[in-house]
């Protein structure tokens, strides 16, 4: 192979490695626009209290939610639906480092309610419906955990109980 043959092969091999970051980074471009283009961030709820809430009465059984190496929180886990609204007492933990929301799904995965978003040491008291139920059903209650700021995923977890209805 002759001195300008292998010119010509050197460029050739340039130019691909070129095309080839050229199409990656236009792939990590598209990928990063769809993230960002199909999420809406949650607002934060404009109902949050700074603190934790007091002297509740047991029987909304109140209690904590630990999700290991992610989050904790806290929330009744008796719940009633009464005029379209639940008392959940939902709490994100002072010691976390994420923003947490709490959705309630009925058991065809319809969602029933959410909060907006809470900073540590925040809780709501308060969970307005879509719509009053008009019997006892059973649902499912999501926590997401947000990384501040950036919105990324820091978990989830996912819980089963029974919204009881009140006149």
């Known amino acids: 192979m002759d001195q300008s043959q292998k010119r010509i092969i050197a460029v050739l091999a340039s130019l691909i490695v ?13 990928v990063n626009n769809a993230r960002a283009g199909n999420f809406t961030p949650p607002p934060f709820d404009e109902a949050a209290v700074v603190g934790a809430p007091e002297a509740l009465d047991a029987a909304l059984n109140y209690r904590p939610i630990l999700v290991e190496g992610a989050f904790s929180a806290s929330m009744c886990f008796n719940l009633t639906a009464k005029d379209g609204k639940v008392d959940l007492y939902f709490t994100n933990a002072p010691e976390n480092t994420v923003w947490l929301t709490a959705s309630v799904f009925d058991a065809s995965g319809a969602l029933l309610g959410e909060t907006g978003i809470l900073r540590p040491g925040e809780y709501v008291q308060t969970l307005t419906l879509n719509k009053q139920p008009s019997a006892a059903q059973n649902v499912t209650v999501r926590i997401r955990a947000y990384e501040p700021d950036t919105y990324y995923s820091k978990g989830f977890a996912n819980g089963s109980l029974i919204l009881n209805v009140s006149d």
């Open 18 to 30: 070129v095309a080839l970051l050229v199409l990656l980074g236009t792939s990590i471009a598209r």
